[in-house]
């Protein structure tokens, strides 16, 4: 999984949802929910085709510009923890807290 910190890695990272389903987590490094979250999003990874998408992360409070940033350009509101799949450059999914498990990423790639 990538981190992402600057506004040039995450204009990267939307550009290849052109060839593949990227899967972006906005995760806060202080919150349990965002813990539970990124486990989640962690045994989702380990038990998928690593190949067969993008992952990565941007933590909000280091990188909050980029945070906001994204936010922002995608025209969704800021919440933390928020997982985003993007495919060709539209934002296919989003969920966020508690509802971001292993299980409902899998139905939203299915």
Known sequence: M????????????????DDGPVLLLK???????SAEAYDEFQSFINSSNE????FAM?????SRPV???????????HESPQLFILDKKQVKW?????????KKIEKALA
């Open 94 to 102: 989003v969920d966020s807290h508690f509802s971001i498990t292993k």
């Open 67 to 77: 945070s906001n940033l994204i936010s922002e350009e995608l025209g969704v509101k």
């Open 51 to 54: 190949n067969a998408h993008t």
């Open 2 to 17: 990538k981190e992402i910190t600057t506004d040039q890695e995450w204009h990267d990272l939307f550009k290849q949802s």
């Open 27 to 33: 995760h806060s490094t202080t919150c349990p929910i």
């Open 58 to 62: 941007v933590k909000v409070i280091e």
